[in-house]
């Protein structure tokens, strides 16, 4: 594969500030406050993206498996930790079942598509399965926490519903049915719609990536497909484990609703 | 006469232990046990525990001697039955709010939906036929909660959970509705019912009742 990528040098590089200072006048001239953060966010993105540059180039250049895989955990746990911090209405932290989630559904998806699709040499290789990982975790990710979202808010509007299921003889899974559907649909949706637009609105990251370094369009199209399959694949099982997951600690022993889902 | 249901020592705190509610208690066959105190008191709130939809923090229930544990939840719930005090109407027409408890995985296979029984009690209790038909989202709230009894008697509990059943309705309808409680408990010796009421009117169209006073104790636990 050799790609014909153009170079960005360091002048380049620095002639980027002209888009901070265009960004940072914006801040002024409609005095948003927004500079002091600007400011900070830009040096910040630098030093990680630096950071993370030199790291994947170590890491790819070891490429062993004891190193890969410590690695795409952290990326899981990351990812579970965001996605947790934006269920707020859960009545005690999600951590370790977005954990669980999104480390299961990203390896089944991601090793089908890396040892099945892809194939590279060796397998193993981090360099595919680093950035296809990363990709899966960030829009899974995204579906767990609309999903979890969207559970909590079904039930917390419509805890009567449920209890005057149960007291008519529901089981728990039928109480509650209609609303593990709906957070479930919620989670996936925003990937379906965007199988429906992608080339039309706009291209996507990766390929863009993939063409300004000098892919052919028509290879970058085919990565593109599968990404997105793959990612909407991925997306479902999260949602599914996530919810099916939660949905047993709705509940006590007593198949009755837990006493933490009336207070808020 | 023999004991259907008895609690004993219930207890549930609420505000972290700042107020708790304490109850003892039991209603025998063919018996109404009215639930009194004032509004705040924990009523609804001992109900939903002898339904076993809330846990008390500590306290037995037992069902003809059976303590609570010992009987599967959905069929304690069905048979210990609690209507709740704001009738709660699903999506669909008044008929298939009759028919949701018939759908579920835990109704045995004796039971079925009766729709000439559901007929008679809502002649019963002054509701027209043509009502099955009407969207229940858009009852009022005394022909819901008219509906909603309905629904519970068409599965057949022996023990009836009810939670100020004639707070929505005018003199006339408080009247049939009693009516067709009294009817009920005779139909069957075993049956019982616990309920919540504030209305001296009520007492008065029951010819036997016993009354269980609850109030809400202020409490360092
Ligand atoms: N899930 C809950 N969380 C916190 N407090 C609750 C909860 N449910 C009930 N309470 C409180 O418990 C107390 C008893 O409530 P309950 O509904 O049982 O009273 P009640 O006797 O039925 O009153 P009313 O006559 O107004 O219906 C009230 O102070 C209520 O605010
Ligand atoms: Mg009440």
Redesign the interface.
């Given at each position: 594969m050799d790609y014909s990528y153009i170079p960005i040098s360091n002048l380049q590089l620095l002639l980027s500030i002209i888009l901070v200072l265009l960004t940072g006048l914006v801040s002024a001239f409609m005095q948003l406050g927004l500079l002091k953060s600007l400011l900070w966010g830009t040096i910040r993105a630098f030093l990680q993206l630096t950071i993370i540059g030199y790291a994947l180039t170590f890491i790819f250049a070891v490429n062993k498996l004891y190193i890969i895989i410590p690695i795409l955990l952290l990326m899981a746990f990351v990812a579970s930790r965001e996605a947790s911090r934006r269920v707020d209405k859960a009545p005690e932290s999600p951590l370790l079942i977005s954990f669980l989630s999104l480390t299961a559904s990203t390896f089944v998806v991601g090793l089908i598509v890396v040892m099945l699709i892809i194939t590279p040499e060796p397998l193993y290789s981090a360099r595919v399965m680093i950035p296809i990982f990363g990709m899966i975790l960030g829009n899974s990710m995204n579906g767990i926490a609309l999903a979890l979202d969207r559970m909590y808010s079904e039930i917390h509007a419509h805890i009567?519903?449920i209890?005057?299921?149960?007291?008519?003889?529901?089981?728990p899974w039928?109480a509650v049915q209609d609303y593990m559907k709906a957070a479930v649909k919620s989670g996936m949706t925003p990937t379906i719609n965007s199988l429906m637009v992608v080339g039309l609105v706009s291209l996507p990251g990766m390929m863009t990536g993939q063409i300004l370094a000098g892919m052919d369009p028509q290879n970058a199209v085919r990565y593109q497909f599968v990404v997105m399959i793959m990612i909407a694949a991925a997306v479902a099982i999260g949602c599914l484990l996530i919810v099916l997951l939660s949905y047993r600690k709705l509940f006590?022993e007593?198949?009755?609703?837990i006493?933490a889902l009336y207070q808020k | 006469m023999s004991r259907v249901l008895e609690f004993q020592d219930i207890r549930k705190s609420f505000d972290q232990g700042a107020h708790y509610l304490s109850a003892s208690g039991y209603v025998d066959q063919g018996e109404v046990l009215l639930i009194r105190g004032p509004s705040g008191a924990g009523k609804s709130t001992l109900l939903k525990i002898l339904a076993r939809l809330i846990r008390p923090d500590q306290g037995m229930i037992y069902w003809e001697g059976q303590p609570y544990r010992a009987v599967d939840p959905a069929l304690w719930r069905r048979k210990i039955h609690y209507v709740p005090q704001k009738a709660v109407m699903f999506e669909g027409t008044v008929l298939s709010n009759l028919q949701t408890p018939f759908r579920l995985s835990s109704m045995s296979d004796e039971l079925r939906f009766d729709q000439e029984a559901a007929l008679k009690y809502m002649e019963l209790l002054g509701l027209h036929p043509d009502m099955l038909e009407q969207q229940a989202g858009t009852l009022s709230g005394g022909e819901s909660a008219r509906v909603a009894l309905i629904r519970a008697l068409l599965i057949q509990p022996q023990v009836l959970l009810l939670d100020e059943p004639t707070a929505s309705l005018d003199d006339e309808r408080r009247d049939l509705l009693l009516q067709v409680l009294v009817q009920w408990l005779k139909e069957d010796d075993k049956r019982a019912i616990l309920m919540v009421s504030h209305n001296a009117e009520d007492i008065k169209s029951l010819p036997f009742y016993r009354v269980l006073e609850v109030s809400m104790h202020k409490g360092a636990e």
């Open positions: 009567e519903e209890e005057e299921l149960l007291a008519l003889g529901a089981s039928e006590t007593d198949q009755a609703l006493e | -």
